[in-house]
């Protein structure tokens, strides 16, 4: 039997006017599910004038309202426990995950069960398209507590890959695993897959040749779109990374790169993809880098009507020559990490391009924006390798000036620190120091 390219070749290749087609059709079934179904939907489509029926076009989706996580958030709070999103009774309702909460209040993702398997058939065919195929073992090494990312390793196991259950396990117990088995795949953080593979280091396992990791898969974090970030965890591993998008409101994985590992592509059957300025709320077109928010399609539990989901994303305006039709995009950071450093916007993974390609650096680095004379500045501090035999000044001018280049704009001070002198991230890495607003700024009284 020959293989197949694809997990679903018709729905992932399907030509763009048949795709546009289905898109519409859906999103008018779901936008009257959501009507009929959700009273906070009902109530803020009649406030803003609109209802399902003038959705013609995937285009007059705009004139609906969006919402965001404080909105998810209230309404869960105000109508507990699934709050009035949903848009089914809870007898429906076979799976919930749940945020993190770091900003708050955990918030509820629930499932129907058909919601849930088409989550996990999804999750096969992007794990498909990273070539994953029955004869590999696949080690889930993610979190399975509340997680929306936990029931992922279902998917591996619907396509037929030999699935390991590790769940969130310290690292010693992991690289255990890994040696035991010999797994082929895994998942992670790109600071993770990079904390993991040092450590295997520190004790004597090169993960290059002592184990059989040979593609990664990383999500989380911009990392794995950074082509810096990859090759040095690359070349860490000898694996292939290939970078997912996932978001606890939706699916664990909705979009995820294919082996020509450029731009994820969005499962635009289940999502449909809007990108918005961040401050306007207007739509931006072709490859403008914008706020992604994302309206789903299918998922009954509750529908997430052009949810801003705080991502900055870019999309690719071509097509892909793996053949599949569903857009292509690349995040370029969180919303909320983004500063402005005149009139530049600037993401820390920004700053990642430059600590990961400047010889003589360990590639971790940290960002610390603050106000000085009423204007953003900015600080980069960086870490020299243990072998480096340069001179800091030397690095630091290199860091400066390739910040300059790629950014047009130049941090204040570039400081170079020793080895392991920046916080090590075993999940995600806090790489932004944000200190406006506080009053600790170096150059207050100076002026006064
Ligand atoms: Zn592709």
């Not at 990791?213 to 290939?242: D, F, H, K």
């Not at 635009?268 to 918005?276: A, K, Q, R, S, Y």
């Not at 992604?292 to 097509?319: E, H, N, S």
Request: glycine share 8%; with cysteine.
């Amino acid at each position: 039997m020959s293989e197949k390219r694809y997990w679903d070749e018709k729905i992932e290749t399907l030509p763009h006017p048949q795709l546009i087609e289905y898109q519409t059709q859906q999103l008018r079934k779901h936008l009257e599910l959501a009507w009929a179904e959700s009273p906070f939907y009902r109530q803020a489509f009649s406030a803003a004038g609109v209802k399902p029926s003038d959705l013609r076009h995937l285009e007059d989706l705009q004139r609906f309202p969006f919402i965001d996580k404080a909105i998810e958030r209230d309404r869960q709070v105000a109508r507990p426990f699934l709050g009035d999103l949903t848009a089914v009774a809870e007898d429906e309702v076979v799976f919930v995950a749940a945020s993190s909460g770091s900003t708050g209040v955990p918030t509820l993702s629930p499932f129907t069960k058909e919601d849930f398997d088409e989550f996990q058939d999804v999750q096969a065919r992007l794990f498909w398209g990273t070539g994953m195929r029955r004869h590999d073992r696949y080690v889930h090494a993610l979190n399975f507590t509340l997680f929306v990312g936990g029931p992922d390793v279902i998917g591996a196991q619907k396509l037929g890959a030999l699935c390991i259950w590790a769940g969130s396990i310290p690292s010693e117990r992991l690289l255990f695993i890994m040696k035991s088995f010999q797994p082929t795949t895994t998942w992670t953080t790109p600071s993770y897959a990079w904390y993991l593979g040092e450590t295997a280091k520190q004790q004597g396992i090169d993960p290059a040749r002592d184990l059989g990791i040979r593609r990664i898969i990383v999500a989380g974090e911009p990392g794995g779109s950074i082509p810096a970030t990859r090759a040095a965890i690359e070349t860490l591993w000898n694996a292939q990374l290939y970078d997912f998008y996932g978001i606890s409101d939706i699916f664990g994985a909705c979009a995820g790169m294919c082996p020509v590992r450029d731009g994820l592509h969005l499962a635009e059957d289940h999502i449909l993809i809007e990108v918005v300025d961040p401050a306007s709320g207007e739509p931006l077109q072709g490859d403008a880098p914008g706020e992604m928010v994302l309206t789903t399609l299918r998922k009954r539990a509750r529908p997430m009507i052009r949810f801003r989901t705080g991502d900055i994303v870019q999309r690719y305006p071509d097509g892909c020559s793996c053949g599949r039709t569903h857009v292509r995009f690349k995040v370029l950071g969180r919303r909320d990490d983004m500063f402005i450093v005149s009139g530049v916007n600037v993401f820390p993974s920004d700053i990642e391009y430059v600590a990961r390609n400047v010889p003589g650096l360990t590639g971790e680095y940290r960002v610390v924006v603050y106000t000085e004379n009423h204007l953003t500045r900015f600080d980069v501090e960086v870490e020299r390798s243990g072998d480096f035999q340069g001179a800091d000044e030397d690095v630091a001018d290199e860091v400066r000036k390739q910040i300059a280049t790629r950014l047009g704009v130049r941090p204040r001070q570039v400081k170079v620190l020793a080895a392991g002198a920046l916080p090590r991230a075993t999940h995600k890495a806090k790489r932004l120091l944000d200190l406006r607003g506080s009053e600790g700024t170096s150059s207050r009284g100076e002026n006064i």
